[in-house]
């Protein structure tokens, strides 16, 4: 468990934006079947945050149940940890997805679903541009699963090609490749820089650039299909679920005294 007082796990701005939702719910529990408390902020086809009583590192696994009601939508899925910070409800938790969520869950709850969740980060790096072999010290400020957002003191061209480092003379890890998208100047003269990482690479990032104490023993995260439509098997998990919640009930009139 990741000491609460690590100034890694603090938000960077002091206006969490952690509540929960009251129209989805989760139930949740660690490997070994221990119950963990949860509660719904966000979520999106792969991704998903909720409040919780504890911090989590990276890399940890969590069994979750989300569902509107017992009835009509239950999805069961593997959820990886790739972000945790102190909010004013609770610990706030950033997870993956292992498989998308059903088409039947999102379609039912459109009022707060974003395409792709935003997790602020205070993480330093270098980016270096794959032509004309530029280096720009950059503060990357958030994430996505396929973008991220960095500042720095000199404007980047949009459409530059850039490989993004942890350290100025590589760290003997492949670097992390993207795209520049825009390219704004921001209130304090400096440069705000939207990038693309590609899909469902976006956890990447704090795996690359985060503490070593916030990182599970065990962060090799298996690759995703980027695919987010309903499946075959996202149904059968969730007709699955639903046998579990509904066990079989006797004939109406069977049995009777």
Partial sequence: MV????????????GSWGFPRQDVYLSACLEGNQPLPAQLVEFSHRDIHFLTDRPLRYGTRIHLTVYLDLVSSVARNLAVVHWCHAGRQGWEIGAFLTHPLSERILNQSVDNLRSQLRYQCNYRGWLRCETAGRLYCVQIIDYSMSGMKVVCNDPIPEGTDFFLHVHSGGDGNPPLSGRVCWCRENSEGR???????????????????????????????????????????????????????????????????
């Fill in 191 to 257: 440069y705000t820089v939207g990038c693309d990482i590609g899909q469902l690479r976006g956890f990447e990032v704090p795996r690359r650039f985060a503490s070593p104490v916030l990182l599970h023993a065990d962060t090799e995260l298996e690759p995703c299909e980027s695919n987010a439509m309903e499946t075959l098997e996202n149904l059968q998990a969730e007709i699955c679920q639903l046998e579990e919640f509904l066990p079989s009930l006797p004939f109406p009139g069977k049995d009777r005294y």
């Fill in 3 to 14: 000491p609460p007082d690590d100034p890694n796990l603090q938000f960077a701005d002091s």
